[in-house]
C-alpha cells in the first residue's frame, strides 16, 4: 500500500467526529501525475479526505503518504509519533487546493494575490514571484487582470485566479473542492477547460471533489464512488459512468445525472 510509487497513499485512515465515524478504515492510493475524482453522496466523507491533506484535521488512525513522505506521523527516535507542526507546515507546502469560495484577499490586486505566499513561504523574490505570476495568470486567461481588485472580477475570473495562486506554490499535488459549486453556470466551463488544460500539460497529481460529472467523466484517469466513509468502487470513468459494478454507485449516478 505505502509503496513510494505513490504520490498519495491512505492507510487504514479513521477519522471521527466524536462519536461520528466519518472515514473508516480507508485505503486507496494516487499515482503521481494522476487525476483522480472523488464522488458519492453528501457527507459520505469526500471534503474530509482533502481537509486532512491540507493538515486542517488529523487522523483519529491510520497513515497518510504524500510524494513517498508520512504525512500524519514523524520519526522520533526509533519510533513513530504524530506529526508536530513544523513537519505539517513543510508537508502542507507539497499540497495545494483549491476552494468553492475563492478565498482571494480582497484588499491585494490579482498579481499581489498570486505572488504573496511565493515570496512569504517559499521565499522568492518579489521579481521573480511576479514573474512567475503573470505567466500564470496568462495561462488561466487572465494576462489583462493583473492590477484588478478581485471585487471588479466575476466569479469564474476569481476562480482562475485562486487557481493560478494556488499553482504559484509549485504544488505536487492539487486539491480541488467543488471548485464550481459557487459560479454561475454560465462561467463554469470556462473554469473547468482552464483545469484540464492544467492536468493535461503538467505533471501535477490532482485529486477532485466535484457534483460535474461530465467534467469528471472528461478528465480523470479514475473516479472513486464514496459511500459512508469507504471506497465502494474504484474504476476508470468509462467504466465507472457506464457500466458501474455496485448497485448504490448505480443509484447515485440515476439520481445525480
Ligand atoms: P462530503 O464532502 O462527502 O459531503 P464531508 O467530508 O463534508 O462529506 O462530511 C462527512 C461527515 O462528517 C458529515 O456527516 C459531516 O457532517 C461530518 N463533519 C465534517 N466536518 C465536521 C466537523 N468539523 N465537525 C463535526 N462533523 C463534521
Request: with cysteine; glycine share 6%.
Amino acid at each position: 500500500m505505502s509503496d513510494s510509487s505513490s504520490m498519495i497513499v491512505f492507510e487504514n485512515v479513521e477519522k471521527r467526529f466524536g462519536d461520528h465515524v466519518v472515514l473508516r478504515d480507508l485505503d486507496f492510493t494516487v499515482a503521481p501525475g494522476e487525476f483522480v475524482t472523488l464522488i458519492g453522496p453528501s457527507g459520505s466523507g469526500k471534503t474530509t479526505i482533502l481537509r486532512l491533506l491540507m493538515t486542517l484535521e488529523r487522523v483519529n488512525a491510520g497513515r497518510i503518504h504524500v510524494g513517498g513522505e508520512c504525512l500524519t506521523h514523524m520519526p522520533k527516535g526509533d519510533r513513530e509519533v504524530p506529526a508536530n507542526e513544523k513537519h505539517l507546515r513543510r508537508m502542507r507546502k507539497r499540497i495545494g487546493m483549491v476552494f468553492q469560495q475563492f478565498n482571494l484577499f480582497p484588499n491585494m490586486d490579482v498579481l499581489q494575490n498570486v505572488t504573496e505566499a511565493p515570496v512569504r513561504a517559499l521565499g522568492l523574490s518579489k521579481q521573480d514571484a511576479e514573474a512567475r505570476a503573470v505567466e500564470l495568470l496568462e495561462l488561466v486567461g487572465l494576462g489583462d487582470k493583473v492590477r484588478e481588485h478581485p471585487s471588479r472580477l466575476s466569479g469564474g475570473q476569481q476562480q482562475r485566479v485562486a487557481i493560478a495562486r494556488a499553482l504559484a506554490m509549485r504544488p505536487e499535488v492539487l486539491l480541488l473542492d467543488e471548485v464550481t459549486s459557487a459560479l454561475d453556470p454560465e462561467l463554469v466551463a470556462g473554469v473547468l477547460k482552464v483545469l484540464k488544460d492544467i492536468a493535461t500539460t503538467t505533471d501535477i497529481t490532482f485529486l477532485c471533489v466535484t457534483h460535474e460529472m461530465q467534467f469528471a467523466r472528461d478528465v480523470s484517469d479514475r473516479v472513486l464512488m464514496f459511500d459512508r466513509g469507504q471506497v465502494i468502487e474504484d474504476a476508470p470513468p468509462e467504466k465507472l459512468f457506464t457500466d458501474p459494478d455496485h448497485e448504490r454507485t448505480r443509484e447515485f449516478l440515476h439520481a445525480v445525472l
